[in-house]
Structures are given as C-alpha cells and as structure tokens.
C-alpha cells in the first residue's frame, strides 16, 4: 500500500511506442528461465550452508522449510530468499498520470495504457461526485489517443474530461466521436470505432494550446477556449509548461513543476542527424532539442523517447526486420543521444521510452543493463521506462 502524496505520484502505464505489444512465447520463456534459474542458484547456496564436511546434507527438509512440505511453507521459505523480479517492460502505448499533492489527476496521452489509468481512477473516485479529470495531449497519432474510447471514464456522467491539447490532437478525439463540437461523421465509412458523443455520458471541454501571440486564436466550434503556448497552466499547486517538441505531427512536451519538484515529459522528438546544418527540418531539429534542453535543466525525472540505437537510425543495423532500414524524419531520437542530452541537462533520472514495437524484452534488458553501467559513470540514473513504473517526487 503507497503512503500520502508528498508533492507528486508519476504513474506510468504505457511506454510504447507506435504499437501495443505482447511478448513473444520465446520472450515469456526467457523471462521465467532467468526468474527460475536465479532463485534454484538461491535454493541450492541455501542448502550448501546447511552441507556437512563431507559434502551431504545435514539436515531434515522440515528445518529447511521450518515446518511441513506445505504451500504455505514454500512461499515463505521462496519469499526469504527475495528472488528477483522479472523486468516487465508492459506493452501499452503512451499514458501517464500524475496524483498531486492537492488532489488533481492529471494524465499524459491516451495511448492504449489508458484503459488501465481509468481502471485505477474507478477505485480512486469510487464514492466522489464531483470528478474532474485534466488530459494534457501531446500529439494526434494512433498511438497517443487510441485508448480513449476503451476507458471507462467516457461512460460515467459524473466524470468531467477537460483536455488541454493542440489543435490536431483535439481533432483526432472530435472527428470520429464528436465529444466537443457534438458533431461525428457517424455515416463516414471506414470510421476507427462504433462509438460516438451520444454514447458517452461524460462532459468533456476542450482548451486548445497553440501561439495565440503569432498565429492568434482562430475560431473552432470544438474548442471551448485558448491557451497560449509560451504561458504556463496552473491546475492546483501544479504548474505546467508546455513546449514545442520536433516529429511529423506537431507535438508538445511539458514541464510540470509542483513545490519545486520538476518532471518534464518529452515523447515523440527526433534529435534529427542529417548531413546538412542548414537544411530546414535540422535546424527546426535543433531548436526543438534546445528547448527541450533548457525546460529539462536540472529537473528531477525526465521521461523521453528513445526509440532507436544510433546503428539503427542510420541502417547500419536491422531492428525487427532481415535489413537495416533508415530512420530518419520517423520522429523519433536515438538512445545515445538521450544519454548525452540529460548529462547535458543535469536530470537525475531519465526514463527512456516510446520502445519500438519490433524490439524484443531481452533486447531491452540487454539496453537497460548498459545504461546502468552508464548511470554509475556518470552518477545521474539511466533506464529503459518499463510500465507499472510508480516514483513518488
Ligand atoms: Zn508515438
Ligand atoms: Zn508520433
């Protein structure tokens, strides 16, 4: 059971990217192979202590055990030996929420990690009334909304859904299920689901981020009011920046800051590596980098995309596939970069995500031991996000 909120509880519950994922048998296999083995290795060292001078054991299986062979027995004898963890990287695409110390929820994207956020606000909010769930979108593609509409928190009318998003983001969610201008192309063939506002008792609001200095706030019947981008959004205690980040679709990153603990979210950023300084997309590359920089400066957790090894991104090495494939203007960043990045950016710890759907979980374990190695060099904390991931600031 988890204590009080102090400042701010980071819940993570889909760090992958471009595609949901189940790992493969040879996978599953390989994860409890490495469990079982780690904990016979245990057993046996156990027994080991227990041997006489002449190499047999010494004991009876009740000492062992301290009572009868029972289910009861086991466990905690298997429990005293505290084997280790699987590692579960989870195969849901991006969600995270944040608990406030002041009572807000507040999530990140509503990838397919979604379905189980709401689950957790169902027991959360079980006997409240009033409801207010505050959604900071970061950008339109399928993987950043496609759990929306899995989630329970659309079908209860005392939820109230107020999303802070930019204006490609609050059109995916509207196009297809009309939840802000209550108008759905429900006759659309080829339409992404059955379902649409009618069927969703919930409210839900809309404020569109976008620079109201230099590109004004052009009217939409589906935006319930405007944010300017260079300004922060307070909910609560909390304070939340947001920034442009660079990748095909226009997407935000955000700076939260809550009594002084800073988390800054940054999925979908291509650190682009192109041969020519001057061409347009780099510059546009560096910038977005740059920024990100400065709104990562000494935060506390980063949580940034990751998704190719440098090999990768220049098809030097395959991932997934019999041939290496470039990866450039995919919009995404090369894990060698992000290590470099929150060096720069002094962020004590960096959670790597936005996993490639074709990267295997012992690929990622392989990754993941690296960076460790990397952390204690250079004395800030490197990893492979995995979901389930809870961290208390
Ligand atoms: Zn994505
Ligand atoms: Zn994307």
């Known amino acids: 059971m988890i204590g009080d909120i102090e400042n701010l509880r980071i819940h993570f519950y889909g760090v992958q990217g471009s595609g949901s994922i189940f790992p493969l048998k040879e996978e599953r296999d390989d994860i409890r192979m490495n469990s079982d083995l780690d904990l016979l290795e245990k057993v046996f060292s156990k027994l080991q202590d227990k041997t006489s001078a002449n190499n047999t054991l010494d004991c009876s299986l009740e000492e062992i055990l301290d009572g009868p062979l029972t289910k009861d027995s086991l466990k905690r004898f298997r429990d005293s030996l505290a084997p280790q963890e699987p590692t579960i990287f989870g195969g849901w695409t991006t969600c995270f929420r944040l608990e406030t110390s002041d009572g807000y929820d507040i999530v990140i994207d509503c990838g397919s990690g979604f379905r189980l956020c709401a689950q957790d606000l169902d027991i959360k909010w079980r006997d409240q009334e009033q409801r207010t769930l505050y959604i900071l979108g970061t950008h339109a593609h399928f993987d950043h909304t496609e759990g929306f509409d899995q989630s329970n928190v659309c079908f209860d009318p005392r939820n109230h859904i107020h999303f802070f998003a930019n204006r490609s983001y609050l059109t995916s969610l509207d196009r297809h299920l009309g939840i802000f201008s209550h108008q759905a192309n429900r006759n659309d063939e080829g339409r992404p689901t059955p379902l649409n506002y009618e069927m969703m008792p919930a409210s839900f609001e809309s404020t569109e981020i976008r620079d109201t200095v230099n590109d004004g706030a052009e009217p939409n019947q589906m935006v319930s009011q405007y944010h300017d981008l260079g300004e922060p959004i307070q909910i609560g205690k909390t304070t939340i920046q947001p920034f442009s980040v660079f990748h095909p679709d226009p997407c935000l990153g955000y700076r939260i800051e809550h009594n002084g603990k800073v988390f800054v979210f940054c999925t979908d950023h291509e650190l682009r590596r192109g041969d020519n300084p001057d061409f347009p997309l780099q510059v546009a590359s560096l910038e977005a980098e740059q920024r990100l920089i400065e709104?990562?400066?000494?935060?506390?957790?980063?949580?940034?995309?990751?998704?190719?090894?440098?090999?990768?991104?220049?098809?030097k090495k395959p991932l997934g596939g019999a041939i290496g494939v470039p990866r450039?203007?995919?919009?995404?960043?090369?894990?060698?970069?992000?290590?470099?990045?929150?060096?720069?950016?002094?962020?004590?710890?960096?959670?790597?995500?936005?996993?490639?759907?074709?990267?295997?979980?012992?690929?990622?374990?392989?990754?993941?031991?690296?960076?460790?190695?990397?952390?204690?060099?250079?004395?800030?904390?490197?990893?492979?996000?995995?979901?389930?991931?809870?961290?208390?600031?």
């Not at 949580?303 to 220049?314: N, S, V």
């Not at 995919?330 to 990045?341: F, L, N, R, Y």
């Open 328 to 393: 450039k203007d995919w919009g995404h960043s090369c894990i060698e970069d992000v290590v470099d990045m929150a060096i720069k950016a002094n962020v004590g710890r960096t959670y790597i995500g936005h996993h490639d759907p074709s990267r295997s979980w012992s690929e990622l374990i392989k990754i993941d031991a690296d960076l460790a190695k990397q952390s204690e060099q250079a004395g800030l904390h490197f990893e492979m996000a995995k979901a389930e991931t809870i961290i208390d600031l």
């Open 295 to 315: 709104q990562a400066m000494n935060a506390d957790v980063l949580y940034r995309d990751g998704q190719f090894l440098r090999a990768e991104y220049d098809a």
